[in-house]
T-cell receptor, first 110, second 116 residues
Framework: GEDVEQSLFLSVREGDSSVINCTYTDSSSTYLYWYKQEPGAGLQLLTYIFSNMDMKQDQRLTVLLNKKDKHLSLRIADTQTGDSAIYFCAIKAAGNKLTFGGGTRVLVKP | DGGITQSPKYLFRKEGQNVTLSCEQNLNHDAMYWYRQDPGQGLRLIYYSQIVNDFQKGDIAEGYSVSREKKESFPLTVTSAQKNPTAFYLC???????????????FGDGTRLSIL
């Protein structure tokens, strides 16, 4: 089955850019998603990219997809304290099932 | 506003007791999902349903049961057979795959289940 890996933790200073990385194994992936989870809450969809795209930009968020290396990243420009949360990448392959990474906890320091 | 409502927010289970977690959506989505999240881990799929009166096991279905009698509702029962039920449970919904526009899964705010 699909395996999705993320680094556990990222610390960044307020105003800097954050880059969260994700690697996956299934080359038949169709859609790739980034979700944000704040403490005690559900998952909020941030953005997603279709597998035939290399990049997608949405305000402060930039998603980069390298299909050859099966690598997905999320860049957050001008990171704010409100961006402190856990970020999950999720990969959709065959069917409508998602496989989630373990999440990256982002801590924004003032 | 359209969305997914999970209740209760906190739930406590006694040994040997079955408990049911509620999930209701008014997004008119056909597909619904239940996930389990353990501390510091990602989400694991328990059950999913693509259409009313039909559901399939996910990766960790043992000790859980579901029903899908109505489009809007997908309750999850944590049975006494689930020996380690303490976790955060998330419900999600989406349009089914294969549509022209691929809509991602939308999540409720979760139910935290603990053992007394």
């Amino acid at each position: 089955g699909e395996d999705v890996e993320q680094s556990l933790f990222l610390s960044v200073r307020e105003g800097d850019s954050s880059v969260i990385n994700c690697t996956y194994t299934d080359s038949s992936s169709t859609y790739l998603y980034w979700y944000k989870q704040e403490p005690g809450a559900g998952l909020q969809l941030l953005t997603y990219i279709f597998s035939n795209m290399d990049m997608k930009q949405d305000q402060r968020l930039t998603v980069l997809l390298n299909k050859k290396d099966k690598h997905l990243s999320l860049r957050i420009a001008d990171t704010q304290t409100g961006d402190s949360a856990i970020y999950f990448c999720a990969i959709k392959a065959a069917g409508n099932k998602l496989t989630f990474g373990g999440g990256t906890r982002v801590l924004v320091k003032p | 506003d359209g969305g997914i409502t999970q209740s209760p927010k906190y739930l406590f289970r006694k040994e040997g007791q079955n408990v049911t977690l509620s999930c209701e959506q008014n997004l008119n989505h056909d597909a619904m999902y239940w996930y389990r999240q353990d501390p510091g881990q990602g989400l694991r799929l328990i059950y999913y349903s693509q259409i009313v009166n039909d559901f399939q096991k996910g990766d960790i279905a043992e000790g859980y049961s579901v029903s899908r009698e109505k489009k809007e509702s997908f309750p999850l029962t944590v049975t006494s057979a689930q020996k380690n039920p303490t976790a955060f449970y998330l419900c999600a919904s989406s349009r089914p795959g294969g549509t022209a526009f691929e809509e991602p899964q939308h999540f409720g705010d979760g139910t935290r289940l603990s053992i007394l």
